[in-house]
């Protein structure tokens, strides 16, 4: 086989490769310790602590694996998120835009 086809099969494989690799970056690291039982208007949701702050969430994207109803907390994630811009509420609400358990 001539150098050139081995070169461009080699080439052709390591594309296929890298392309289906999933992108598991994540921007944060956290954990979901529980829900929020409080009966206020900015109340509800979830906690998760992400570098020392607790945040609150409402809830997660559709495509995630994880139903808090049936989980045990706490437990770790990595996730991608953002703060909420809820204006009455608190600061510390944030959407989750990706998460997947640790």
Same mark, same amino acid.
């Given at each position: ?10 080439i052709?494989?390591?594309?296929? /490769? ?7 970056? @994540?921007?944060? $690291?956290?954990?979901?310790?529980g829900? &929020?039982?409080?009966? %206020?208007?900015?109340?509800?949701g ?19 694996? /994880? ?7 706490? @437990?770790?994630? $990595? ?5 909420? &811009?809820?204006?009455? %509420? ?13």
């Amino acid at each position: 086989m001539k150098p050139i086809y081995r070169l461009l099969i080699c080439i052709i494989i390591l594309g296929f /490769i890298c392309c289906n690799q999933d992108n598991s970056n @994540f921007s944060s $690291k956290g954990i979901i310790t529980g829900p &929020d039982i409080r009966m %206020c208007a900015c109340c509800g949701g979830w906690y998760i602590q992400i570098d020392s702050v607790t945040y609150e969430f409402d809830t997660l994207p559709v495509n995630s694996d /994880i139903d808090l109803q049936k989980e045990t907390f706490p @437990f770790f994630v $990595k996730l991608d998120w953002q703060l909420s &811009d809820k204006g009455a %509420c608190p600061d510390k609400r944030i959407t989750v835009q990706r998460i997947i358990k640790e």
